[in-house]
């Protein structure tokens, strides 16, 4: 994965490079990424080591086969390794659990090792190889079974985005549960500055509109929720969906039912949560943090979401409403649709308050220094 702003793994890397630049000096050794990403968030960087895949397809395959290494850029990584000072590091942090080889090489080293965990690898992988049976998956899913045993045995400390994933590590892995905390997914709010002409008030569901989990879960909304959703709701809210490339059956569904606006593939998404009034996220299924809600919590609106998609933002009760029925579903939007202009301006401030508590970068900022100074007093006292 690289830093970027357009997928949840790029935006953990974001949080990971502008927490720990805040009070560090940081060498970024990873893919090439855009700058302009880096630039947004004011995230300076001492030293960049970027590494490429390698379009040896043999060479891949052999490093899968006999040593259980199923990235490309392993032999351009082993390249930049040289280049690298070892010595003027305090600490190694890792925004991975999939390539164990990183920590063999670090722990030679004596170096803190510190594993931000974006979810629990081989659950997804058993989950994907549950759906689709093919012998790549078993490959791949055995290898990551290994790298992430592998890695938890070497790091110093690990650091999982949602109390569930910790859990899971500890059943897994075992080890002493103090070297496991959690930092849960923080983003930088959205620029204030967009705005679109957009079907206001509004009910908002965002994301890529051709993935499994999102695609899945907008589908059951329509079909199941808004086809039956009461007049209450029906007569104050209007229904937008953005997102990329909308499956058939989504497309078709908001042409057939009232008050949807589908808006495929646009530009910018912030404005689609910075003039919502609702936010819902049906989402069933998937691997680590919705960074969505996050994204809608930013903008200070109420979300109503699944109890699989809540983990990780426990802290932010107060503004999620839970439902995993349709039913469930038509209660809470109505209960919404209910509240007077001055109850909704009084959740809104409290939903933002909630955000810039747990889930804003100065936040993340905060704890990744408190873990990285407390790991490395306990590693140099003893």
Same mark, same amino acid.
């Given at each position: 994965?690289?830093?970027?702003?357009?997928?949840?793994?790029? $935006?953990?890397?974001? !949080?990971?490079?502008?927490?720990?630049?805040?009070?560090?000096?940081?060498?970024?050794?990873?893919?090439?990424?855009?700058?302009?990403?880096?630039?947004?968030?004011?995230?300076?960087?001492?030293?960049?080591?970027?590494?490429?895949?390698?379009?040896?397809?043999?060479?891949?395959?052999? /490093?899968?086969?006999? #040593?259980?290494?199923?990235?490309?850029?392993?032999?351009?990584?082993?390249?930049?390794?040289?280049?690298?000072?070892?010595?003027?590091?305090?600490?190694?942090?890792?925004?991975?659990?999939?390539?164990?080889?990183?920590?063999?090489? @670090?722990?030679?080293?004596?170096?803190?090792? $510190?594993?931000?965990?974006?979810?629990?690898?081989?659950?997804?992988?058993?989950?994907? #190889?549950?759906?689709?049976?093919?012998?790549?998956?078993?490959?791949?899913?055995?290898?990551?079974?290994?790298?992430?045993?592998?890695?938890?045995?070497?790091?110093?400390?690990?650091?999982?985005?949602?109390? /569930?994933?910790? *859990?899971?590590?500890?059943?897994? #892995?075992?080890?002493?549960?103090?070297?496991?905390?959690? =930092?849960? &997914?923080? &983003?930088?709010?959205?620029?204030?500055?967009? #705005?679109?002409?957009?079907?206001?008030?509004?009910?908002?569901?965002?994301?890529?509109?051709?993935?499994?989990?999102?695609?899945?879960?907008?589908?059951?909304?329509?079909?199941?929720?808004?086809?039956? &959703?009461?007049?209450?709701?029906?007569?104050?809210?209007?229904?937008?969906?953005?997102?990329?490339?909308?499956?058939?059956?989504?497309?078709?569904?908001?042409?057939?039912?009232?008050?949807?606006?589908?808006?495929? /593939?646009?530009?910018? &998404?912030?404005?689609?949560?910075? !003039?919502?009034?609702?936010? =819902?996220?049906?989402?069933?299924?998937? @691997?680590?943090?919705?960074?969505?809600?996050?994204? @809608?919590?930013?903008?200070?609106?109420? =979300?109503?979401?699944?109890?699989?998609?809540?983990?990780?933002?426990?802290?932010?009760?107060?503004?999620?409403?839970?439902?995993?029925?349709?039913?469930?579903?038509?209660?809470?939007?109505? *209960?919404?649709?209910?509240?007077?202009?001055?109850?909704?301006?009084?959740?809104?401030?409290?939903?933002?308050? $909630?955000?810039?508590?747990?889930?804003?970068?100065?936040?993340?900022? $905060?704890?990744?220094?408190?873990?990285?100074?407390?790991?490395?007093?306990?590693?140099?006292?003893?």
């Amino acid at each position: 994965n690289v830093p970027s702003e357009t997928f949840g793994g790029g $935006i953990c890397i974001l !949080q990971s490079l502008f927490s720990i630049s805040q009070f560090a000096d940081v060498d970024y050794v990873g893919p090439e990424f855009e700058s302009e990403e880096l630039t947004k968030y004011g995230i300076k960087l001492s030293n960049v080591y970027c590494i490429h895949r390698s379009n040896n397809l043999i060479l891949r395959f052999a /490093n899968t086969l006999f #040593y259980g290494i199923s990235t490309g850029f392993y032999q351009s990584w082993k390249k930049v390794i040289h280049s690298l000072e070892i010595s003027q590091y305090d600490c190694i942090f890792m925004d991975s659990t999939r390539q164990d080889f990183v920590v063999r090489w @670090a722990k030679q080293f004596s170096k803190p090792i $510190i594993i931000r965990a974006h979810n629990v690898e081989i659950d997804y992988f058993e989950a994907m #190889y549950r759906n689709d049976r093919k012998f790549s998956v078993l490959i791949h899913k055995n290898i990551i079974k290994r790298s992430e045993r592998e890695l938890f045995r070497f790091a110093d400390y690990i650091i999982a985005l949602t109390e /569930n994933d910790r *859990k899971r590590f500890i059943e897994l #892995y075992g080890g002493d549960e103090k070297r496991i905390s959690v =930092v849960p &997914i923080c &983003i930088k709010p959205f620029n204030q500055d967009l #705005y679109e002409r957009l079907p206001e008030p509004f009910i908002a569901i965002t994301g890529s509109l051709w993935f499994g989990p999102n695609a899945h879960g907008t589908e059951w909304f329509l079909d199941k929720v808004w086809r039956n &959703i009461g007049e209450d709701v029906l007569s104050k809210y209007s229904l937008v969906i953005a997102g990329s490339n909308p499956s058939e059956k989504i497309t078709e569904l908001a042409r057939q039912l009232p008050k949807v606006n589908l808006y495929p /593939n646009p530009d910018y &998404i912030d404005a689609f949560y910075q !003039q919502a009034s609702v936010y =819902v996220a049906p989402i069933f299924y998937g @691997a680590g943090m919705k960074v969505k809600i996050a994204e @809608a919590l930013s903008c200070g609106i109420p =979300v109503v979401t699944t109890k699989h998609a809540f983990s990780g933002y426990e802290a932010a009760a107060d503004g999620i409403y839970l439902a995993n029925t349709e039913d469930q579903f038509k209660e809470q939007l109505l *209960k919404i649709a209910r509240f007077t202009d001055s109850e909704m301006e009084e959740h809104k401030r409290r939903i933002s308050d $909630i955000f810039h508590s747990n889930f804003s970068m100065e936040r993340s900022a $905060i704890s990744m220094r408190t873990i990285i100074e407390d790991l490395m007093n306990r590693k140099y006292r003893l």
